[in-house]
């Protein structure tokens, strides 16, 4: 459904300088900064699949996706999603796709939503019937009731994200891509958001979801691709992320008598709050876990301890640091 | 037959309501709902739009009344002038000059791209979704003014009317083209709002007879920045005064308005090759 090759975009930006005087020399005199944004990157997406596309601040996330829905053009590579190349066949293309941007609103802040789904409805030319059944099946989903008549200014956050989610969803797009959707929200609002999301793709919508929120990708995202410095660093899935850096454990501990940790290889300290209570990453590779642990409470008597997976956050920071 | 006449109305009704057109419309809806939940500042603002643009006739009474006056103009054919030129202003304003602060906010905080995701012409969401009801003060100021003046005037013949009418329409033409000229300017030049201001005094040019100006002022007034079309010529025409080389001023209208449409579709290109 989606086919990126060799995609690359180069901007030419300027420096301005930090300081007074550089910024007064650069009304003048401007030196020109080349800066590779997106380095050649390929990957393939099939229908109705959802993935997380992640990566830190500048490494090319939202260029990519600009690229793909349209609106920017790259310097070279191509994009084939369902048959359009986004840039060329950009009005035709965007009736099947949809975004939510979780910072910029589709809605208007002094009317109702339900007035914003209107004009939506003329601009993708929805049937009114279709239109009706649509926004009517999305309230119930997502427990608006009668909120979608207050004017948007009225309404939580949550409830304007689940406004903007049916904004995009009321031409059933095959297509949506998703930027920061659960940002700033409260644990309830991001769990229906969610919900939504699985529902729509179970139904077949796929998904492309850009976020910080690694708490959306554990719960969304079947299939990851990491992009950093321009270039992909990892593209597989969810369960291959987990065990990226082999089969390792985080184990946090609380002992009775100053901690000795075992002088052996696979045995990495985290952090450490005081001398009783530490939290390591081991390597089982390396170490077993039983042994591990008989040789700390041997030496420090352990009075507390949990033992966790990798956590996807230390894992996403290591290809981050790529 | 009633059956069929109306089930064909009906078809009709919802192709509109799908067409350019439609959304145009839908979109004047929706900044009309924004608008009106202030109630209070909905009126005031076209109230206040409405005696700021008076101003303009107000200084010409004054002139004549302390025995001043434009060459060639009667009082009453210089107000006819000034209610043509609030009317130009009055019916672009609202309904299409808001292209201009529309894209230059939406390039400066970057929602622009919430316009280029929507499968229509970037030019219609534009103008779509910039809707100014407070403008609306300036098209009652302008009939206001107009009726006053025509009201003092003798009966004009058809024929002046129709050629009023058509210059009217290229008056309209001309602001559409300095709309398009300044939004394709806010779209590169990010965030600058002077662009507007340069291009209020330029057309204040326009609120006053062509002939009152130098033969070379004249002359880049009708054919380089044809801010004469504005409303001396069809002010003129409707009075019946004789309008020199009309065709070329039309005809420079028209390149006028093509050249707008060219630059602007030419910096939505840059913006979207460049992401803004």
Same mark, same amino acid.
């Given at each position: 459904?989606?086919?990126?090759?060799?995609?690359?975009?180069?901007?030419?930006?300027?420096?301005?300088?930090?300081t007074?005087?550089?910024?007064?020399?650069?009304?003048?005199?401007?030196?020109k900064?080349?800066?590779?944004?997106?380095?050649?990157?390929?990957?393939?997406?099939e229908?109705?699949?959802?993935?997380?596309?992640?990566?830190?601040?500048?490494?090319?996330k939202?260029?990519?996706?600009k690229?793909?829905?349209?609106?920017?053009?790259?310097?070279?590579?191509?994009?084939?999603?369902?048959?359009?190349?986004?840039?060329?066949?950009?009005?035709?293309?965007?009736?099947?796709?949809?975004?939510?941007?979780?910072?910029?609103?589709?809605?208007?802040?002094d009317?109702?939503?339900?007035?914003?789904?209107?004009?939506?409805?003329?601009?993708?030319?929805?049937?009114?019937?279709?239109?009706?059944?649509?926004?009517?099946?999305?309230?119930?989903?997502?427990?608006?009731?009668?909120?979608?008549?207050?004017?948007?200014?009225?309404?939580?956050?949550?409830?304007?994200?689940?406004?903007?989610?049916?904004?995009a969803?009321?031409?059933?797009?095959?297509?949506?891509?998703?930027?920061?959707?659960?940002?700033?929200?409260?644990?309830?609002?991001?769990?229906?958001?969610?919900?939504?999301?699985?529902?729509?793709?179970?139904?077949?919508?796929?998904?492309? $979801?850009?976020?910080?929120? $690694?708490?959306?990708?554990?719960?969304?995202?079947?299939?990851?691709?990491?992009?950093?410095?321009?270039?992909?660093?990892?593209?597989?899935?969810?369960?291959?992320?987990?065990?990226?850096?082999?089969?390792?454990?985080?184990?946090?501990?609380?002992t009775?008598k100053?901690?000795?940790?075992?002088?052996?290889?696979?045995?990495?300290?985290?952090?450490?709050?005081?001398?009783?209570?530490?939290?390591?990453v081991?390597?089982?590779?390396?170490?077993?876990?039983?042994e591990?642990?008989?040789?700390?409470?041997?030496?420090?008597?352990i009075?507390?301890?949990?033992?966790?997976?990798?956590?996807?956050?230390?894992?996403?920071?290591?290809?981050?640091?790529? | 037959?009633?059956?069929?006449?109306?089930?064909?109305?009906?078809?009709?009704?919802?192709?509109?309501?799908?067409?350019?057109?439609?959304?145009?419309?839908?979109?004047?809806?929706?900044?009309l709902a924004?608008?009106?939940?202030?109630?209070?500042?909905?009126?005031?603002?076209?109230?206040?739009?409405?005696?700021?643009?008076?101003?303009?006739?107000?200084?010409?009474?004054?002139i004549?009344?302390n025995?001043?006056?434009?060459?060639?103009?009667?009082?009453?054919?210089?107000?006819?002038?000034?209610?043509?030129?609030?009317?130009?202003?009055?019916?672009?304003?609202?309904?299409?000059?808001?292209?201009?602060?529309?894209?230059?906010?939406?390039?400066?905080?970057?929602t622009?791209?919430?316009?280029?995701?929507?499968?229509?012409?970037?030019? $219609?969401?534009?103008?779509?979704?910039?809707?100014?009801?407070?403008?609306?003060?300036?098209?009652?100021?302008?009939?206001?003014?107009?009726?006053i003046?025509?009201?003092?005037?003798?009966?004009?013949?058809?024929?002046?009317?129709?050629?009023?009418?058509?210059?009217?329409?290229?008056?309209?033409?001309?602001?559409?083209?300095?709309?398009?000229?300044?939004?394709?300017?806010?779209?590169?030049?990010?965030?600058?709002?002077?662009?507007?201001?340069?291009?209020?005094?330029?057309?204040?040019?326009?609120?006053?007879?062509?002939?009152?100006?130098?033969?070379?002022?004249?002359?880049?007034?009708?054919?380089?920045?044809?801010?004469?079309?504005?409303?001396?010529?069809?002010?003129?025409? $409707?009075?019946?005064?004789?309008?020199?080389?009309?065709?070329?001023?039309?005809?420079?209208?028209?390149?006028?308005?093509?050249?707008?449409?060219?630059?602007?579709?030419?910096?939505?290109?840059?913006?979207?090759?460049?992401?803004?």
């Amino acid at each position: 459904m989606i086919h990126v090759s060799e995609l690359k975009k180069t901007f030419t930006t300027y420096e301005r300088g930090g300081t007074f005087r550089e910024a007064l020399i650069s009304l003048f005199v401007r030196k020109k900064k080349t800066v590779n944004a997106v380095k050649g990157i390929s990957f393939d997406i099939e229908e109705g699949e959802l993935v997380g596309f992640l990566g830190p601040n500048g490494a090319g996330k939202s260029t990519t996706i600009k690229i793909l829905t349209g609106i920017m053009h790259p310097t070279s590579g191509e994009v084939d999603i369902m048959g359009y190349t986004p840039w060329k066949n950009r009005r035709k293309y965007v009736e099947n796709i949809g975004a939510v941007f979780g910072q910029k609103s589709q809605l208007l802040w002094d009317i109702p939503p339900l007035d914003a789904f209107n004009l939506n409805q003329s601009i993708y030319r929805i049937p009114s019937n279709e239109f009706k059944k649509t926004v009517s099946e999305m309230v119930e989903m997502l427990a608006l009731k009668d909120l979608v008549k207050k004017p948007t200014r009225q309404l939580s956050l949550g409830e304007r994200m689940k406004c903007e989610f049916i904004m995009a969803m009321l031409h059933k797009p095959r297509v949506v891509f998703l930027d920061e959707p659960t940002i700033g929200l409260d644990v309830i609002a991001k769990e229906k958001i969610r919900e939504f999301i699985l529902e729509q793709n179970k139904k077949g919508t796929t998904f492309i $979801l850009t976020t910080h929120d $690694l708490e959306d990708v554990e719960h969304l995202a079947k299939r990851v691709i990491v992009i950093n410095h321009g270039e992909i660093v990892y593209d597989d899935s969810m369960d291959k992320l987990r065990n990226y850096f082999g089969e390792k454990k985080t184990i946090h501990l609380t002992t009775r008598k100053k901690i000795m940790l075992p002088k052996h290889e696979g045995i990495a300290v985290r952090s450490q709050l005081s001398d009783y209570d530490i939290e390591v990453v081991i390597d089982l590779s390396q170490i077993k876990l039983n042994e591990f642990i008989k040789k700390v409470n041997e030496e420090s008597v352990i009075s507390d301890m949990s033992i966790e997976g990798l956590e996807l956050e230390y894992i996403i920071k290591d290809l981050y640091q790529v | 037959m009633m059956q069929v006449i109306s089930q064909n109305t009906r078809e009709k009704m919802k192709g509109l309501r799908y067409s350019g057109f439609g959304v145009y419309i839908q979109g004047i809806k929706s900044s009309l709902a924004s608008r009106m939940a202030y109630r209070g500042d909905f009126i005031m603002s076209m109230f206040i739009m409405m005696i700021v643009e008076l101003g303009g006739p107000v200084i010409t009474l004054i002139i004549y009344n302390n025995g001043a006056s434009f060459p060639g103009w009667g009082v009453y054919e210089v107000l006819l002038l000034q209610g043509i030129f609030l009317l130009s202003r009055g019916i672009s304003f609202p309904f299409f000059m808001g292209i201009v602060w529309n894209t230059i906010s939406r390039v400066q905080e970057g929602t622009f791209d919430l316009l280029l995701i929507k499968p229509r012409s970037i030019l $219609l969401m534009s103008i779509a979704s910039a809707f100014d009801s407070e403008d609306l003060g300036k098209l009652i100021g302008g009939i206001l003014v107009f009726g006053i003046a025509m009201k003092n005037l003798p009966a004009q013949p058809l024929h002046n009317w129709i050629t009023f009418f058509i210059f009217f329409i290229f008056s309209i033409l001309l602001m559409f083209a300095f709309g398009l000229f300044m939004a394709g300017l806010g779209i590169v030049w990010i965030g600058n709002y002077r662009i507007y201001d340069i291009f209020m005094t330029v057309m204040e040019f326009g609120m006053y007879p062509k002939s009152i100006f130098t033969k070379s002022f004249q002359t880049i007034t009708t054919y380089i920045i044809p801010i004469s079309l504005l409303a001396s010529y069809p002010a003129s025409a $409707l009075l019946g005064k004789p309008n020199t080389n009309v065709l070329l001023a039309l005809a420079s209208a028209i390149v006028f308005f093509l050249a707008g449409l060219w630059f602007y579709f030419r910096m939505v290109a840059n913006y979207t090759s460049s992401g803004g």
